[in-house]
């Protein structure tokens, strides 16, 4: 349950700090990046909580979070990849907190 807590408190602070006043908006976008979790209703079963999804889920793949740092780039695309990228470090880190690794190694 503190893992979806800090996908919604982790953001207010790149939210206040980038949107200061309209912080709110940004934070929405930055919170609206946990769609990409609707990839987890292509896993069998759909919520396991001692799978890691970094590098298991289609959205959570390696190459695709890359994908996601290169859409930092583009001013157009910048807060959802931020936000995306957020989401995956909290992925990871709860993978390294409850089984020790970053990922998921296939």
Known sequence: MLHIALH??????????????HWWRVWLVLCATMLVDADHLLADPIYDPLRCSIN????????VIG???LALWPRASRLPALGLLIHMGLDSLDCYTHQGIWFTSH
């Open 8 to 21: 919604f408190i982790v953001p207010l602070l790149p939210a206040v700090l980038i949107g200061r006043r």
């Open 56 to 63: 298991f889920h289609p959205l959570h793949r390696l190459p």
């Open 67 to 69: 994908l996601y740092a």
